[in-house]
């Protein structure tokens, strides 16, 4: 049985996983950039070094494809790294070993060879971090077969989805936003798992279906109570997991719903908004449905730098109730 959560922050829910994963696990290990300063990594890796010494808390070069593909390698004979990028966009230069190696080993080799290796890329947008340093590229790595896709969005998530990626016996990209660092939630002291491909349901409703991803899920809950009020019952599912999708989740929702709506925290054309768009159409629950489906995403352009520019170009719960309200 679990004890009463305390309060922690997201940052430090993770925290409390990697102590807890490397503690009964030698084999674990985090290796990146920054990890012997915890704030470069907000607070994620405070204590690991200390605690675990420099063989398992590796700070490395700036070497994106090298770091990663040491860490696959080590994953191929026995060992459980966690690979992490404090600035996703540079997982680019990493793609060789996440995408052609790790991704398709498991496959390749029949099933007897497994890479339990998590990817573990860290989302920076608002605070004018321009274009090379604020992208969600979660869409990528869902379009791959082979790799599981997790973004939580809550402290509990973050804790329950990190030490789930850790013992896949396969490969997780872990996607977090920076932004969620400072939230805070009930977390318990155990080691407890999030499963990999289930969503949840945090507001129950009948009039729409609100399917979000990661940062949204608190624009999406903003929305659902400003709303309230004016007799509009939303309903929010956090989709925690991106690949595998939780589909019978949302197919249900909408099913007693009749509308869908998808807010997202990367680009709107050809992501994870459109492929759930096109699934909820291309099976029975198209019949539920009373309206068009909308999506809320990024606009078809790179970030800016300027913050008076980032007000228009980043969505938040305001942008949700315009949606909501078109549909309803």
Same mark, same amino acid.
């Given at each position: ?10 940052? @430090? ?6 102590? +807890? ?9 985090? #290796?990146?950039? !920054? ?35 040491? *860490? ?44 339990? #290796?998590?990817?573990?890329? $860290? ?5 004018? +971090? ?53 939230? #805070? ?19 129950? !409703? ?8 990661? @940062? ?34 949302? @197919? ?8 869908? @709506? ?17 699934? *909820? ?6 019949? *539920? ?30 942008? $949700? ?8």
């Amino acid at each position: 049985m679990m004890s009463l959560p305390r309060k922690l922050s997201y940052s @430090l829910a993770i925290n409390e996983a990697l102590h +807890q994963m490397m503690t009964i696990d030698p084999s674990v290990f985090l #290796v990146g950039q !920054g990890v012997k300063s915890p704030w470069y990594v907000g607070n994620t890796a405070r204590g690991l070094l200390e605690q675990f010494g420099e063989r398992r808390v590796i700070d490395t070069p700036v070497s994106e494809n090298g770091i990663t593909g040491a *860490a696959v390698g080590a994953a191929m004979v026995g060992m459980k790294p966690v690979v992490v990028h404090p600035r996703m966009d540079f997982m680019m230069y990493a793609m060789d070993p996440i995408i052609n190696e790790a991704a398709n080993w498991f496959y390749m080799n029949g099933g007897k060879v497994s890479v339990p #290796v998590v990817f573990w890329g $860290i989302i920076n947008r608002w605070g004018e +971090q321009a274009a090379q340093h604020s992208q969600a590229i979660h869409a990528i790595f869902a379009h791959i077969p082979g790799l599981k896709v997790v973004m939580p969005a809550t402290a509990y998530d973050a804790k329950g989805l990190m030490i789930a990626a850790i013992q896949d016996p396969n490969p997780v990209v872990f996607i977090d936003e920076r932004l969620l660092y400072d939230h #805070v939630g009930p977390v318990p002291e155990e080691i407890y798992q999030i499963e990999i491909g289930k969503g949840c349901i945090r507001r129950e !409703g009948k009039d729409v279906t609100v399917v979000a991803v990661s @940062l949204m899920v608190h624009e999406a809950m903003e929305a659902a109570d400003k709303l309230a009020p004016q007799g509009i019952d939303v309903e929010v599912i956090d989709l925690r997991t991106v690949k595998p999708l939780d589909k019978e989740l949302i @197919l249900a929702s909408i099913r007693k719903t009749g509308r869908l @709506l998808v807010a997202d925290v990367g680009w709107q054309s050809f992501g994870v908004s459109a492929e759930i768009a096109a699934f *909820a159409t291309a099976n029975e629950s198209f019949h *539920a449905l009373k309206a068009p489906i909308v999506r809320v995403a990024l606009p078809d352009c790179p970030a800016p730098a300027s913050k008076y520019l980032e007000k228009a170009y980043y969505p938040k719960a305001k942008d $949700i109730i315009k949606a909501i309200k078109k549909i309803i």
